[in-house]
């Protein structure tokens, strides 16, 4: 790739501030300034671009950005299918918003750990390829995510099986075991009132299915203070409203 020089002016005994730059890989967060690649050396700023110290010499400095990985790959077969299970890495704590790649190393992204993001309270927007196979139907991937406000659904390239959608930030599932549409998880950082979709698609809005289910812990830890039900749900579990301390009006929508 072609090399990046940025001039920062600093001033001797006193803090500075650098701008932090973003990757075109989405797999990689800015963690900081170093005096050497691949954070080695010194480290000048943190990774907002804000000085660890007062500037301390009175010579001109070559810093490096240092990139830290979001994710883990696992490399799984599926139905037959070769391809990656993605978990958290390290540099998740650098990032408030991520998107899962529809491809790693050539082979597709088919699944999500059962702990995928499991106590990452800084997430806020978690972005996923409609090519995904699993993500953990029951919504532990995203446990102990306490700031989560949105979880999308995007359209991977190429001709794929489309079984996961988003609608207004909550994630809907297509279960071909029990022909069903269902809710796998209402983020657990939304706030206010909540009307859930009647009707999902899978298709890109060709066609639209109902949503028959609420299931365990569909809204489990939610902040919300009102839900909206639609006519369309035929099975509703008992606990799918565990630890929701805000929830004080559940509405059931007329036909």
Not at 171 to 196: D, F, Q
């Amino acid at each position: 790739t072609d090399a990046l020089t940025l001039r920062f002016p600093v001033t001797y005994d006193q803090p500075f501030e650098l701008q932090p730059i973003t990757n075109v890989d989405t797999t990689k967060a800015f963690a900081g300034w170093y005096n050497q690649i691949n954070g080695a050396g010194t480290g000048f700023t943190n990774e907002n671009g804000q000085s660890l110290r007062n500037w301390n010499t009175l010579q001109n400095v070559d810093l490096y950005p240092y990139w830290v990985d979001i994710f883990e790959f696992e490399l799984i077969t599926v139905n037959n299918e070769e391809g990656y299970r993605v978990t958290k890495s390290a540099g998740i704590v650098y990032v408030t918003e991520i998107t899962i790649p529809a491809t790693h190393n050539g082979k597709p992204v088919l699944e999500l750990s059962s702990a995928a993001f499991y106590n990452t309270p800084n997430i806020k927007v978690i972005n996923i390829p409609d090519s995904i196979q699993n993500c953990s139907e029951s919504g532990s991937a995203f446990a102990g995510c306490t700031s989560l406000t949105a979880i999308n659904i995007y359209v991977a390239e190429g001709n794929h099986y489309v079984e996961y959608a988003s609608v207004d930030g909550v994630l809907y599932h297509y279960n071909e075991y029990e022909s069903r549409v269902e809710i796998i998880k209402v983020p657990t950082g939304m706030t206010g009132e909540l009307k859930i979709a009647s009707h999902v698609s899978f298709d890109g809005g060709q066609t639209l299915s109902p949503v028959t289910a609420l299931p365990v812990d569909a809204l489990k830890g939610s902040q919300l203070t009102k839900v909206v039900i639609p006519y369309t749900v035929q099975d509703l579990n008992t606990n799918c409203f565990a630890d929701c301390p805000n929830l004080v009006s559940i509405e059931f929508e007329a036909t």
